[in-house]
C-alpha cells in the first residue's frame, strides 16, 4: 500500500499501512510560499485564477509528506455567487456588505450553475487532479448552510451569533427559506467539485458549536442532510462533515450525514467515536495551538491521540480545526512524520 490509498481506505473504513494525516487551512499564511505569492495578489484573486490556486494547492504537498490535498478556495466564495458583496478587510476578516437581514433580501438571492459563477474553483480542481497524477487524493469542499447563514447575516464573523439566532427565533419562515436555499447552493457546488476530480468532499460547519442541540435539530440538521444528500447525489464519494464544538451534539452530527465525522480536541477522540458508532470514520483531532509547543511535546500529544484509538479502522489524523497563522513550518513537518513513523509498524494489526 502506499499514499495514493491510505487516506480513502481510511475514508471507507479499511486496512491502511499507516494512518493518513492532512491538516485544515494547510495552505496559508504560515508558508512563505504562500505569502509571497499573497505580496503580489489578494486572497481573492488568488483563488479566482485556476493556476495561482493550484499552485497555492500544492505548495503544502510539496513541502510535507501529506496524504491528500485540498484545492485552495474558500468557503465564503459561495456567498459570492449568490449575490453578496464579499471583501477581506486587512484585520477584521470577512465582511459582506449587503448581509441578509429580511424575505426580500432571500428572494433577492440568485442559484446559478457552479460550473458559471465558481467555475474558477472547478478549473482548479481540475488542473491539480492532472499535477497530482493520482499520488495522492484531492479534497473538495464546502462551508455548511449554518456556518454560511452566520456570515450572510451577520455580515462576518461574530462572537455571539445574535442576528443569525435573531432571524432564527423572529422570522422563522424566513430562516428556513434561507437555509434551504443555502443547502441547495452547497450541495450542488459540492456534486461540481466531484465532478471535477475531487475525490473525497469535506463539509465545514466550523460555528455550529454555538447552538443548542435542540436548535441544531430543529433550525439545522435537514437543510445539512438535504446539502450531504446533494452532494453525494448517487455516487459513493466519501464525504467529512466537519464542526468544532460539538461534543454535545455527536450524533446528530451523524444523523446530518457524512461518512466521516470532524471532531475538535474540546472531547477525547475515543469518547467522541464511542459516541457515533463505529459505522463512520472520524477526523482529527489536535488542538492547533499544540502546534506551537516544542516537538516533544507535540509528538507526546499527537500518540496520545494515536494511541487511544489503536485497533479501529477509520481514523484520519488531523488538527481539530485549522492551522494557525504562526505555526513554526518545522513543526508541521515533525507532526506528519510522527503521525506516519508511529503507526507504521504494528499499530495497524
Ligand atoms: O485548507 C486549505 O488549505 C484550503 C483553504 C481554505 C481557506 N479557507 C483559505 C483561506 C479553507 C478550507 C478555508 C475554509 C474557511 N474559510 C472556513 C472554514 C474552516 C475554518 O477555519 O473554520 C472559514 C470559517 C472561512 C472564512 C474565512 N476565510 C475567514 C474567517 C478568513 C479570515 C481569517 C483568516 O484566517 O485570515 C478567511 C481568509 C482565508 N481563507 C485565508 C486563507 C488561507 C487567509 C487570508 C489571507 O491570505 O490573507
Redesign the pocket.
Known amino acids: 500500500m502506499n499514499q495514493s490509498t491510505r487516506f480513502l481506505n481510511a475514508c471507507n473504513r479499511q486496512p491502511v499501512d499507516a494512518t493518513p494525516v492532512w491538516l485544515?487551512?494547510?495552505?496559508?499564511?504560515y508558508m512563505a510560499e504562500y505569502r509571497a505569492l499573497?505580496e503580489r495578489y489578494s486572497?481573492l484573486e488568488l483563488i479566482k485564477t485556476p493556476d495561482l490556486a493550484a499552485e497555492v494547492t500544492l505548495q503544502p504537498i510539496r513541502a510535507f509528506n501529506l496524504d491528500a490535498a485540498?484545492i485552495?478556495?474558500?468557503?465564503?466564495t459561495l456567498l459570492e455567487s449568490l449575490g453578496l458583496h464579499l471583501e477581506?478587510v486587512k484585520g477584521d476578516?470577512?465582511v459582506i456588505r449587503n448581509p441578509v437581514r429580511s424575505s426580500a433580501d432571500v428572494a433577492a438571492l440568485t442559484l446559478r450553475p457552479p460550473e458559471e459563477v465558481l467555475g474558477f474553483t472547478l478549473e482548479a480542481i481540475r488542473l491539480v487532479r492532472r499535477e497530482l497524477d493520482g499520488k495522492i487524493p484531492l479534497i473538495g469542499?464546502s462551508?455548511a448552510p449554518f456556518?454560511l447563514a452566520s456570515y450572510a447575516i451577520e455580515g462576518g464573523?461574530s462572537r455571539h451569533y445574535t442576528l443569525a439566532k435573531g432571524l432564527m427565533y423572529h422570522q422563522p419562515a424566513v430562516w428556513h427559506a434561507f437555509m434551504s436555499k443555502l443547502a441547495e447552493a452547497v450541495g450542488l457546488y459540492l456534486r461540481a467539485q466531484a465532478e471535477a476530480g475531487a475525490q473525497v468532499l469535506q463539509m465545514?460547519d466550523?460555528w455550529v458549536g454555538s447552538l443548542s442541540p435542540a436548535d441544531y435539530r430543529e433550525y439545522v440538521l435537514p437543510h445539512s442532510r438535504r446539502a450531504i444528500e446533494l452532494a453525494k447525489g448517487n455516487t459513493d464519494i466519501p464525504v467529512i462533515h466537519f464542526g468544532t464544538g460539538t461534543a454535545g451534539m455527536l450524533p446528530l452530527i451523524k444523523e446530518a450525514g457524512g461518512d466521516i465525522i470532524g471532531v475538535d480536541w474540546r472531547i477525547d477522540l475515543a469518547e467522541a467515536w464511542d459516541r457515533l458508532g463505529s459505522d463512520v470514520a472520524v477526523q482529527g483531532n489536535l488542538d492547533p495551538v499544540v502546534l506551537y509547543a516544542p516537538i516533544p511535546e507535540i509528538k507526546k500529544q499527537a500518540a496520545r491521540i494515536l494511541d487511544s484509538v489503536k485497533g479501529r479502522s477509520g481514523h484520519i489524523f488531523n488538527l481539530g480545526?485549522?492551522i494557525l497563522q504562526h505555526t513554526p513550518v518545522e513543526h508541521v513537518a515533525a507532526l506528519v512524520d510522527f503521525v506516519h513513523e508511529y503507526t507504521a509498524e504494528g499499530y495497524h494489526q
Do not use: C, K, V
Not at 485544515?24 to 499564511?29: D, F, H, V, Y
Not at 485552495?72 to 465564503?76: C, E, G, M, W
Open positions: 485544515m487551512r494547510q495552505a496559508g499564511r499573497r486572497i485540498i485552495f478556495a474558500d468557503i465564503l477581506f476578516g470577512p469542499f462551508g456556518t464573523g465545514f466550523s480545526h485549522g
